[in-house]
T-cell receptor, first 112, second 115 residues
């Protein structure tokens, strides 16, 4: 079965650079979520979108923005990167009306 | 706000031993409950779920029952294998919106099964 696709899988950036992470949800899923997982930590919710509209917002820094496009894929844009932004970034998707979320393999971002 | 508390690890077991990971939650509404598993270097996989009180989720020999009276969702497996070594996360989703409800995770429990 098709799963959530994230790209790139690994990304290395310098401080103050920008990064764009992409997420392609499971076909027919209309809701996407972004989470950040630091080393040895549990995933922290950043933001979610349903039908291209922001649905919920968590602890997402103002330096980050995200959107969902008409084909339901989503992009997380991160600017003025800081060392503390180094983490695993997961995208998840779900079908509206269903509460289980399916996660992608993650993008490992390293900020040097 | 909502929160999930699960037992700290690591939990070290021998193969074929019984596994229990405790999970309790606090929520303002009536949440759905989940267990996710994360193998080294991989993403989170949905292991099982329960959406209402007394529901039992089960998958791959793992079980958990939604106990509203004790606000708990403990994970159990009768006979673990080396391949069950992973980090297990308990999570809840409030149902305040029709879509886009965030997951709130517990801190994760690392399980190591030795041959």
């Amino acid at each position: 079965a098709a799963g959530v696709i994230q790209s790139p899988r690994h990304l290395i950036k310098e401080k103050r650079e920008t990064a764009t992470l992409k997420c392609y949800p499971i076909p027919r899923h209309d809701t996407v979520y972004w989470y950040q997982q630091g080393p040895g930590q549990d995933p922290q919710f950043l933001i979610s979108f349903y039908e291209k509209m922001q649905s919920d917002k968590g602890s997402i820094p103002d330096r980050f923005s995200a959107q969902q496009f008409s084909d339901y894929h989503s992009e997380l844009n991160m600017s003025s990167l800081e060392l503390g932004d180094s983490a695993l970034y997961f995208c998840a998707s779900s079908l509206s009306g269903r509460f289980e979320q399916f996660f992608g393999p993650g993008t490992r971002l390293t900020v040097l | 706000g909502d929160s999930v508390t699960q037992m700290e690890g690591p939990v070290t077991l021998s193969e074929e031993a019984f596994l229990t990971i405790n999970c309790t939650y606090t929520a303002t509404g009536y949440p759905s409950l989940f267990w996710y598993v994360q193998y080294p270097g991989e993403g989170l996989q949905l292991l099982l779920k329960a959406t209402k009180a007394d529901d039992k989720g089960s998958n791959k020999g793992f079980e958990a029952t939604y106990r509203k009276e004790t606000t708990s969702f403990h994970l159990e497996k009768g006979s673990v294998q080396v391949s069950d070594s992973a980090v297990y996360f308990c999570a809840l989703s409030d149902r305040g919106k029709a879509a886009g409800n965030k997951l709130t995770f517990g801190g994760g429990t690392r399980v190591l099964v030795k041959p």
